[in-house]
């Protein structure tokens, strides 16, 4: 999963006991290599890297995203066929987010996410805190929602990584075969969303 499903499953202020750690762990897992980086982290904060990383092994080894991923493939995706999935998966989350996130609107959302990482920055890796200045001018989490912020999404990776030029494809893949993508998702999203509830009670 991509940025705003790593925020959303972080949990809420009311409900999450360090709900803010929880939250700055998860986005700065991104950037945390080894061992030695998370245990620079208080422990809340390492717990919300954890959670970050059970998601993204709960994600890649389900099966109905391995369908997803399958299809990607084979539209001619190769390996970039995940990092596809999981951008289009935020943009499924994004456009309908009030479906799957009743309490607040995808923009009340967003803003309070950036106001958070706002005043943590200091803790994220360095190049997250370059990344995020992109992301908060440019309101990437709201961005999901329009098929144009996909595109967007997916033409700034490929940029960024030499050898991801197929990426420029990908958002036209992912839209041409929408309610295959959409079927998916609404499978995954409630197994995932269990999965980590299960998680942070074991975790906390």
Request: hydrophobic residues 45%; proline residues 5%.
């Amino acid at each position: 999963m991509n940025f705003l499903a790593h925020l959303l499953l972080s949990g809420t202020p009311a409900a999450t006991p360090d709900y803010e750690d929880i939250v700055v762990g998860n986005f700065a897992a991104e950037a945390v290599r080894g061992r030695a980086q998370v245990l620079a982290y208080p422990e809340a904060v390492q717990r919300g890297i954890r959670l970050h990383r059970f998601i993204d092994s709960f994600t890649d080894s389900h099966p109905v995203v391995r369908r997803s991923t399958a299809r990607l493939r084979a539209a001619g995706l190769g390996k970039w066929a995940g990092v596809v999935a999981d951008v289009g998966y935020d943009h499924l989350l994004a456009r309908d987010f009030t479906q799957f996130h009743p309490a607040e609107s995808l923009p009340a959302f967003a803003q309070r996410q950036y106001a958070l990482l706002q005043a943590r920055r200091e803790e994220l890796p360095e190049r997250l805190q370059h990344m995020f200045q992109y992301m908060r001018r440019d309101d990437w989490l709201t961005g999901y929602a329009r098929p144009e912020g996909l595109e967007r999404a997916l033409h700034g990776l490929s940029r960024r990584v030499p050898s991801a030029g197929v990426l420029v494809t990908g958002a036209t893949a992912f839209l041409q075969e929408l309610e295959a993508y959409e079927a998916d998702f609404r499978e995954f999203w409630p197994e995932l969303r269990a999965g980590v509830e299960s998680r942070i009670m074991f975790d906390g």
